[in-house]
């Protein structure tokens, strides 16, 4: 199949996708568009919203739409290292075993990743970074596709850890729940109050997905939009000769060389869910927020004059 064939294809199976989603989730078109995005261009993705509002069932429904293996690791303030990975054991026979922990299988749920210590948070960023694990020496390459999609609870609530920033850059986007609408609301309590049980079809192979992958990264980007991405990230940086007086005032920290890669591969992705064969301007603009959400630290004049990091962004596109 050649690669027209194939984005043609990949328009189609998306399609598709969303509405064996759309039989479980009502609603929440952005945050599916945004997480589909993050998987079919490698990447990870952080969902921030309070409790109840279906993250971890969206997550369950994806992976059985996908038709990848899916585990579910609920982190909790006594969770250790060796719960996400596995651990050695002696045997009958007094030899070393390893049994392979959670954090082997293609779709993780990371749920309230946050109310969990940094060093069980820290378990998972070689599994993220290097698709691989490393165990008393031993090194593990995971399966491939393989994606953590972990959940958050807002900042403010008791119990909970603030993610370290090199854990929170190696998630692609970060992606906002918002509360459903009335209308919303009202189809989400006819549909969960009943006994009708929904069949979603598994719409991909492994390899497929894999396949989609590759195609994706096979997209070619002119080089004003690569210059567009980078010069948008690099007037996040407070101090830098591209910062303007607006992001020196409400800036601490911005965001680093992977905001840049997960820019052009995000818009690849959008563009080619949109039928397009190379990205454009508004691709990247399109996916700015998810991206750049997680990767700025307002300071405190920012919190105080009541500046959120969407605003600081949209001043900057």
């Known amino acids: 199949?050649?690669?027209?064939?194939?984005?043609?294809?990949?328009?189609?199976?998306?399609?598709?996708?969303?509405?064996?989603?759309?039989?479980?989730?009502?609603?929440?078109?952005?945050?599916?568009?945004?997480?589909?995005?993050?998987?079919?261009s490698g990447g990870h993705a952080l969902l921030v919203g309070v409790p109840g509002l279906a993250k971890t069932l969206l997550v369950n429904t994806l992976s059985r739409a996908l038709g990848l293996e899916f585990k579910r690791i609920q982190f909790t303030p006594d969770l250790m290292p060796s719960d996400i990975l596995g651990s050695e054991i002696l045997d009958e026979n007094r030899q070393f075993k390893f049994i392979k922990g959670p954090?082997?299988?293609?779709?993780?749920?990371a749920d309230e990743i946050n109310r969990t210590p940094p060093k069980t948070q820290a378990a998972l960023l070689e599994a993220?970074?290097?698709?691989?694990?490393?165990?008393?020496?031993?090194?593990?390459?995971?399966?491939?596709?393989?994606?953590?999609?972990?959940?958050?609870?807002?900042?403010?609530?008791?119990?909970?850890?603030?993610?370290?920033?090199?854990?929170?850059?190696r998630f692609m986007f970060a992606v906002k729940l918002e509360y459903p609408s009335y209308e919303e609301e009202i189809e989400v309590v006819k549909r969960t109050t009943t006994d009708n049980k929904v069949q979603i079809q598994s719409l991909f192979t492994a390899q497929e997905i894999i396949d989609f992958q590759q195609l994706l990264r096979r997209i070619p980007v002119a080089d004003n939009v690569i210059e567009y991405a980078v010069t948008l990230v690099?007037?996040?940086?407070?101090?830098?000769?591209?910062?303007?007086?607006?992001?020196?005032?409400?800036?601490?920290?911005?965001?680093?060389?992977?905001?840049?890669?997960?820019?052009?591969l995000a818009a690849k992705t959008h563009a080619a869910f949109n039928g397009k064969f190379s990205p454009d301007i508004e691709d990247v603009k399109a996916v700015a927020v998810g991206?750049?959400?997680?990767?700025?630290?307002?300071?405190?004049?920012?919190?105080?004059?009541?500046?959120t990091e969407e605003m600081i962004i949209g001043k900057i596109v």
């Not at 694990?133 to 999609?149: E, Q, R, S």
């Not at 407070?238 to 997960?262: C, E, F, H, M, V």
Request: hydrophobic share 40%; charged share 20%; with cysteine.
């Open 1 to 40: 199949m050649s690669d027209v064939a194939a984005i043609h294809t990949l328009v189609q199976k998306r399609n598709e996708l969303k509405n064996e989603i759309a039989k479980v989730i009502v609603g929440q078109d952005e945050v599916v568009n945004q997480i589909l995005i993050c998987i079919f």
């Open 103 to 109: 954090v082997f299988s293609n779709i993780i749920l």
């Open 128 to 169: 993220m970074q290097e698709r691989s694990v490393t165990i008393a020496g031993h090194h593990y390459k995971l399966d491939l596709p393989y994606f953590v999609l972990a959940t958050q609870n807002p900042i403010e609530q008791e119990g909970t850890y603030p993610l370290p920033e090199a854990q929170l850059d």
């Open 234 to 264: 690099g007037k996040t940086r407070p101090k830098s000769a591209l910062a303007t007086d607006y992001i020196n005032t409400y800036l601490d920290w911005g965001a680093g060389p992977r905001a840049s890669q997960n820019l052009i």
């Open 291 to 307: 991206i750049l959400r997680h990767r700025i630290i307002k300071n405190y004049k920012a919190d105080a004059e009541g500046i």
